[in-house]
Each structure stands twice: as C-alpha cells, then as structure tokens.
C-alpha cells in the first residue's frame, strides 16, 4: 500500500539516517568500499547518492543473486506509467535470498542505476549466502538472514582483491529469526541434542523443576 518499490520516500529516509551514520562512523578515516545488496532498491538509492556526493573516493558494490543478475544483464525492465513493473524481468530466476532481488528491477533501483554511482556488480550463488550467513553465527556471533550471508560473500571477494588496510563496509540488512522456516536452518534440530543440553544443564538458573 505504500508502494515500497517507487516510493520517494524509501531512498530518502536512508539519505536522511542510514548515510548519516555511516559519514559519522566513518569521520576522520577512508571509507573504501560500501557493499550492499537491493531489495526495495531504498538503501542502496538513499546510501549511494549521498556517499557519491560527499565520499565520492568510496567504490559501491551491489551484489545480486547468481541465478537472478538483473541488473547485471544490462537488460530494461518494462514498466507501466507509475513506474511499477509491466512484467516480470526475463532474467530472474527463483533463488534463496528471501526480501532481495525481486522478479523486476524497482523504479527505486534503477533510479540508482541511472545515478551512476554502482562500480560492480557482484553475483553470489545461493549456497555461498547460506554458507556465510552460518558462518557469521557461528564465527562472529552475528545471527544475520540469507541476505546478509549474500553480500558478506559479495564483501569476502571484495577483500580478496583489496590492498591491506582496506576499509570495506558490508551491509548485513536482517536477522536470523525471520528465516527459521528456511532451508537455512534445515539441519537444525528443533530439540537439543546431548551437548546442547550440557551445556544448558552447567547454566546457573537453567534448570527448572515442575
């Protein structure tokens, strides 16, 4: 109802707070690579203008899914005079990474695009989003969605590349417990197992007598 994926207002209020921020975090230092991924296309529209304005050294990284490359195609999407989508893109293709890259490009993505501020494009499979998205919990206790496991890897490849002391700055846009019904946490069982259950057994408090 709001029109998410056309709405002004969308990219505006990133440029208003999420830029912000991240101008401030970054005050007194170089902030090399921004990396995101699209969803609405708001962040990355809000953040890109206002960092290709006032940071224009930083380099801006979208990422997207290996089986759905819409921007990367280069191909137009049709739209209907509102701007929404006419149909969907000829390149899209199901994919894991819930909330990212829809079967179109939003009018908010391609006013980015048309901005001319994205450096690379960066296609990551589903098994790698899946991958570094447990990684992340399990390594850096950062309980992050599919998405964000998407663009860490689109970040890591980035990395690879960088010189020392590069400062690369990785969106991780969700959290984990919105995807708890996904084949992200299909080997996860719902009971724990014996070292689980030790574990919560030397807690103080944990245990509980009915």
Not at 24 to 42: A, C, M, N, S
Request: glycine residues 10%; contains cysteine; hydrophobic residues 35%.
């Amino acid at each position: 109802m709001t029109r998410q994926f056309e709405n002004e207002a969308n990219p505006d209020i990133h440029s208003r707070t999420t830029a912000r921020e991240i101008l401030d975090d970054f005050r007194g230092e170089t902030l090399d690579y921004w990396v995101t991924g699209y969803g609405t296309g708001g962040t990355l529209n809000g953040v890109g203008r206002v960092l290709a304005k006032e940071s224009p050294k930083t380099k801006i990284v979208v990422c997207e899914p290996t089986d759905a490359q819409l921007l990367g195609s280069g191909i137009k999407q049709d739209r209907n005079p509102d701007g929404a989508p006419a149909a969907p893109h000829p390149t899209f293709k199901p994919h894991p990474m819930q909330g990212w890259t829809p079967d179109f490009i939003p009018k908010i993505t391609d006013a980015a695009v048309a901005m001319q501020f994205i450096d690379r494009v960066i296609p990551t499979p589903g098994p790698d989003a899946v991958h570094w998205s447990k990684e992340l919990a399990a390594k850096e206790g950062i309980f992050a969605g599919i998405t964000s496991g998407a663009t860490f890897a689109g970040a890591l490849k980035v990395a690879a590349e960088a010189d020392k002391g590069t400062n690369i700055l990785c969106m991780l846009p969700d959290t984990g417990e919105r995807y708890l019904s996904t084949p992200l946490f299909a080997d996860v069982s719902a009971d724990m197992n014996e070292e689980e259950l030790s574990i919560s057994r030397s807690t103080p408090g944990a245990q509980l007598k009915i």
